[in-house]
């Protein structure tokens, strides 16, 4: 008798493969995304009291800090695609960072201008150079060369190979993003707005529909990455078609 | 329905419309963007399909 092989996730490097499984994940990602989104910010902007010191501009945080998160973690994921694009040199992987780059830098759009948004009325300024802020900023930068640099390479794997690099530099900048206030520990921006530390200060009033918010963007960023992969692919496979149809004359 | 936000109105209003507004643009444009290359791709390969 031959033992039965174990399901490995290497085999959704196959693009074959990543395109029946996206078949009947996209639209449930999707779905839900739209959902805990809906769920997420109604609740927020609706059902929650105003702070009893930044009134009620306390509701922006339900999108701040989802759109925050999944900046970061945005650049994580492209971190990841692009190291095992680099070692294993599997094409929906890097096909994967790629699609993950415009999402990421939308989703840094959002939380500088909501960040901008907060904290007008509440430090007085739109910006100031302080270190998290800062980062950000130097992060949406990373996001829109990481996009420009894969629109300005030809060939491919040269393509996924330079924008790898460029993605493992500006992880740097994700992690300071992420770490900046505790690391400098002054400026304006307070420090992380959620922890598993004793003594965090948020009520359950705000954490349950922030939870449901962030989950929302989490799923939202799963759908926009699957789709955009799957366009990729089909990109590529057209890419191929023409070359060939050249070829033929 | 629509909350009392107080002396803050112009900026949560602002934070949510823009926000979503930019959601919507990104989602509009992953699919839209899928939709040309899907039938870009079956454009080809019906083509490539006659030539055999």
């Known amino acids: ?249 | 329905m629509m909350p009392d936000l107080g002396r803050y109105a112009v900026e949560v209003t602002l934070a949510y419309a823009v926000s979503l507004a930019l959601l919507a643009t990104l989602v509009g444009w992953v699919w839209l963007r899928g939709r040309r290359v899907r039938r870009a791709l079956a454009d080809i390969e019906a083509r490539a399909g006659r030539k055999g």
């Open chain 1, 1 to 249: 008798m031959t033992p039965t092989p174990r399901p490995s996730l290497w085999e959704y490097a196959n693009p074959v493969k990543f395109m029946r499984l996206s078949d009947w994940l996209l639209p449930l990602t999707a779905w839900l995304a739209a959902a805990a989104i809906a769920v997420g910010l109604v609740w927020g902007f609706f059902l929650t009291p105003d702070d009893f010191r930044q009134g009620s501009t306390v509701k922006i945080i339900f999108l701040h800090v989802p759109s925050a998160l999944m900046a970061i973690n945005a650049w994580a994921m492209m971190l990841v695609a692009s190291l095992v694009w680099l070692i294993r040199r599997h094409h929906v992987s890097a096909l994967a960072a790629r699609a993950a780059g415009p999402v990421g830098a939308m989703m840094t759009l959002i939380a500088l201008f909501t960040g901008a948004i907060w904290g007008q009325p509440m430090w007085g300024t739109w910006w100031a150079w302080d270190p998290r802020l800062t980062s950000f900023l130097i992060l949406f930068l990373f996001y829109l060369g990481y996009i420009a640099l894969w629109s300005a390479i030809e060939d491919p794997d040269t393509a996924a190979d330079l924008t790898a690099v460029l993605c493992i530099v500006g992880s740097v900048f994700a992690v300071l993003s992420r770490y900046a206030a505790i690391f400098w520990n002054q400026g304006l921006h307070q420090g992380a707005s959620l922890s598993v530390a004793p003594g965090t200060r948020m009520d359950w009033a705000y954490k349950a529909p922030l939870y449901v918010s962030m989950t929302g963007f989490g799923l939202l960023f799963l759908a926009l990455v699957l789709a955009g992969t799957r366009t990729e692919i089909r990109a590529r496979r057209m890419k191929a078609l023409i070359n060939r149809e050249r070829m033929q004359g």
